[in-house]
């Protein structure tokens, strides 16, 4: 199934596989209402329910709109979850007894004795029969329905804690012990990979029976394989509105493309809409636009079948996600997120709008999907290939973040350099939403991104300068050796400005790129980043990291304090003996970095070289740098 919509090239990278799941993970689920005329239907309590009754399912199968499908009760599972139960029943006709449950169906009102019973919402993958489990009416019922507020809506949503943005410094960091015996710190965690970045954002529902309350067998948590769900891709026709049975969609990306999770509407009562029997991830209160469907066809499958659908009309807000189901209300619209991107190629420039839904579980990994799908337009994220990126976010909640927007820029290369990028664009986003000092919002993305080829990357493979330097000098200049991947080798000659303050003795010049030193700053301090407060989150975010910078950097062996995070470089001896001792977690950092200089290379960096220097005293006096 294609679910990376119009006009936008399918991508089989296994990052993308893992949005699609993300995305199947939610998508169709049939209501259970059986009301078509816009008011509370009469129901069937559970107490009533008794096997060996036949009724009815509501549901779209196709393009001709809603249609009946046949329903015999087997029996009740009592309990199968806390304070909740399931109906199981075998569906038939429309060739459900060949194609088994699809994918969509989930919220497909069912009918018994001509009284809504409960909603279709769970099927079973591989199934020899067409059996389903079917929430009970007086779940779903149960659903609020009231408007949720900004304000209602909890401040942090993310699972666990922020991921850590640095990138590799472990190796650097163990080239610059001062002898073999150092210890060196533990690999501070890395911007995690796409894959596990996605796994984070995206709480696995459905594990097993019993845990969370969906039955085993609904989802399957490997990228890529068919969920009991459905996603949407594609332009649906405008439709009437939601009535019980029809097709029902939450958008997740609009505009260029169309991708969105659809279900089924179990019942309309006035404003309130009732839908799908099961949760999209249960979370509680939400804000998510709520859209009609059109349902093309049913794909069978001997796994599990879906519908095709493509997304209608924004008609309202799903305001709560919870076991029994989705609720909201038809009318105003939340706002979505506009992601606009240009992508300059070998065929010169072209450009892409969307809108993302406004979620702080899955805006970061949408705002990529946009990202990813659109340079794969303009080619592929196989070749060898050359990256760079220019992403300004606008955020509001913030007065640094509204009058200064954050700006992204990087380079990678290919093959898969896009993916190597995922969470480079996704993890900044992350951040700044689950931040637990103060809320903001993201208003708007614009990224530029360029493709050259071919790949323009080069290794640091070595490092010349002077051996031993003068406490008189006022600069170091040193030769860096590298080997681009194609074209000879180059020497890059740089000059470090040494600081006044520096003491004769034993030093390192380290020669990186401006990302893996930015790794080492995390690493030296012997911890994470500071993140404690929204300012901390964003100094961080702001920091350089581009792997086409050079950076030459004086480190000397570990001197000062770290507290909470923080350095305290050049405190006198006696002064930092006491603060060690009397503030809490204090310790030296792993090492000090004087002095640094920087500069733009046309390569993606990768490798160090670090070499021994020592600052000397001239005989016969002091210095004039060391006077008072």
């Known amino acids: 199934m294609d679910i990376f919509g119009t006009g936008m090239r399918r991508a089989r990278e296994r990052v993308v596989m893992a949005l699609g799941a993300l995305v199947l993970l939610v998508a169709p689920q049939a209501d259970a209402t059986g009301s078509t005329s816009g008011s509370t239907p009469e129901i069937m309590p559970l107490e009533a329910v008794r096997a060996g009754m036949t009724g009815y399912g509501l549901t779209e199968f196709a393009a001709g709109g809603i249609d009946t499908f046949g329903v015999l009760v087997i029996g009740i599972q009592d309990r199968s979850r806390t304070a909740g139960s399931l109906i199981l029943v075998e569906v038939s006709g429309h060739d459900l007894e060949t194609s088994g449950i699809a994918q969509g169906m989930s919220g497909s009102p069912v009918y018994l004795e001509g009284r809504l019973a409960g909603a279709l919402a769970f099927g079973w993958g591989g199934a020899l029969r067409p059996i389903a489990g079917v929430t009970p009416v007086e779940e779903m019922a149960s659903l609020p329905t009231g408007a949720v507020t900004l304000s209602m809506l909890p401040p942090s949503t993310l699972p666990g804690s922020s991921p850590s943005p640095v990138g590799r410094g472990v190796d650097l960091a163990r080239n610059l012990g001062w002898s073999a015996g150092d210890p060196v710190p533990a690999e501070v965690p890395a911007w995690p990979s796409a894959d596990e970045l996605l796994r984070d954002l995206v709480p696995e529902l459905g594990r097993a029976a019993g845990a969370d309350g969906h039955p085993q067998g609904w989802f399957s948590s490997r990228p890529g394989e068919p969920r009991v769900t459905a996603a949407t891709s594609g332009v649906g026709q405008p ?47 939400v804000r998510w636009p709520l859209a009609t469907a059109r349902v093309i066809t049913v794909l069978p499958s001997r796994q599990m079948s879906f519908k095709m659908a493509g997304i209608g009309e924004l008609v309202g807000t799903v305001y709560h996600d919870q076991r029994a189901g989705l609720s909201g209300k038809l009318g105003p619209v939340p706002d979505m997120i506009p992601v606009r991107v240009e992508v300059a190629g070998p065929r010169g420039d072209r450009e892409y709008s969307f809108q993302v839904l406004d979620d702080p579980a899955m805006t970061p990994a949408l705002v990529f999907w946009c990202l990813y799908n659109s340079l794969l337009v303009e080619g592929d994220d196989a070749s060898e290939q050359t990256i760079r990126y220019h992403i300004t976010q606008r955020w509001r909640g913030e007065a640094d973040l509204e009058s200064d927007p954050l700006v992204l820029e990087g380079i990678a290369t290919g093959p898969a350099g896009a993916r190597g990028l995922a969470a480079a664009w996704m993890a900044p986003v992350a951040m700044l939403l689950d931040n637990d000092d103060q809320r903001v919002s993201l208003t708007g993305v614009t990224a530029r991104i ?70 080492l700053e995390s690493m030296r301090l012997g911890g994470a980043p500071r993140t404690e407060t929204l300012a901390d989150v964003v100094s961080l975010l702001r920091t350089p990291r581009s792997a086409d910078r050079l950076v030459l950097a004086l480190v000397a062996p570990g001197g000062g304090l770290v507290i909470g995070g923080k350095e305290y470089a050049n405190l006198p001896g006696r002064f930092s003996r006491l603060l060690e001792q009397s503030a809490p977690g204090a310790h030296p950092p792993l090492a000090h970095l004087p002095a640094r200089t920087a500069m733009n290379v046309p390569w993606a960096l990768q490798g160090s070289a670090v070499v021994n220097l020592e600052l000397n005293a001239r005989a016969g006096g002091i210095d004039a740098r060391s006077r008072p």
């Open 450 to 519: 360029s493709l050259q080829r071919p790949a323009a990357g080069a290794e640091i493979t070595g490092l010349a300068g002077p051996a031993q330097i003068w406490t008189d000098s006022d600069s170091l200049v040193c030769q860096v050796r590298l080997r681009p991947s194609r074209g000879p080798l180059r020497t890059v000659r740089a000059a470090v400005k040494l600081p006044e303050y520096l003491q004769p003795g034993k030093y390192r010049l380290v020669a990186a790129s401006e990302a893996d030193l930015f790794a």
């Open 239 to 285: 439709a009437s509105g939601l009535s019980s049975g029809s097709a029902c969609a939450v958008p997740l990306v609009m505009g260029d493309a169309l991708l969105g999770v659809v279900g089924t509407t179990t019942w309309v009562d006035g404003e309130d809409v009732f839908m799908m029997g099961h949760p999209f991830m249960q979370r509680g209160p």
